[in-house]
């Protein structure tokens, strides 16, 4: 089976901190996506990535940054960490091939800024 | 950019009702739609995707239609159990690789016993 996986569950950081999280894929898909998920604003994308090294933004990336040294790990970064990030996050990995599109997605993890 | 919204952001029905979810869609350019499926502590799920060159497509006891006439997508779940109980999510996307889904804000279906 496909799978996803989002180093943390849970994370509590302070406002200020730099925050890292950490998704993995085990599929060898060349494309992968976070997400944030908030009460009735759904799922937002914030930055997705097509290949190694490469990076693109979505709609709402300012405060973020991305990094995909490798083909299996896409990281999220908080640079400076502020309540309004506070949120569920969600890594998702594509595989595309004509008109099939495998969209896993991982548990999330929920980080709260205090 | 544009995006994709549901029409009730809540759904309440028995068990063993039909349930309805419904989804509008604003970017014409959108081809390929997608229903998930969320449970509370858990990622979006696939349920059932359509293409824009179809209209109806069915899984087991989901039904997916798509109306790009009015821009207008629904989900159809039969016999509706409590283990269908989260939220559902539809999202759109242009085919041409390159490009995210987009998704709608969400409707939490309660199936009551």
């Known amino acids: 089976d496909v799978k996803v996986t989002q180093s943390s569950r849970y994370l509590v950081k302070r406002t200020g901190e730099k925050v890292f999280l950490e998704c993995v894929q085990d599929m060898d898909h060349e494309n992968m996506f976070w997400y944030r998920q908030d009460p009735g604003l759904g799922l937002r994308l914030i930055y997705f990535?097509?290949?190694?090294?490469?990076?693109e933004k979505g709609d709402i990336p300012e405060g973020y940054s991305v990094s995909r040294e490798k083909k299996e790990r896409f990281s999220l970064i908080l640079e400076s960490a502020s309540t309004n990030q506070t949120s569920m996050y969600l890594c998702?990995?594509?595989?595309?091939?004509?008109?099939?599109?495998?969209?896993?997605f991982g548990s999330g993890t929920r980080l709260t800024v205090v | 950019g544009e995006s994709v919204g549901l029409h009730l952001p809540t759904l309440s029905v028995q068990e063993g009702d039909n349930s309805i979810i419904n989804c509008a869609y604003s970017?014409?350019?959108?081809?390929?739609f997608i229903w998930y499926k969320q449970e509370s502590g858990k990622g979006p799920q696939f349920i059932i995707d359509i293409r824009s060159n179809m209209d109806k497509r069915q899984g087991q006891r989901v039904t997916v239609l798509l109306n790009k006439t009015v821009k207008h997508l629904s989900l159809q779940i039969a016999a509706t159990q409590p283990g269908d109980s989260a939220v559902y999510f539809c999202?759109?996307?242009?085919?041409?690789?390159?490009?995210?889904?987009?998704f709608g804000k969400g409707t939490t279906l309660s199936v009551s016993s």
């Open positions: 998702a990995s594509v595989h595309e091939e004509g008109a099939f599109y495998g969209y896993t």
């Open positions: 999202a759109e996307k242009e085919v041409p690789q390159g490009t995210a889904l987009i």
């Open positions: 990535s097509y290949d190694v090294k490469m990076k």
């Open positions: 970017n014409s350019a959108s081809d390929y």
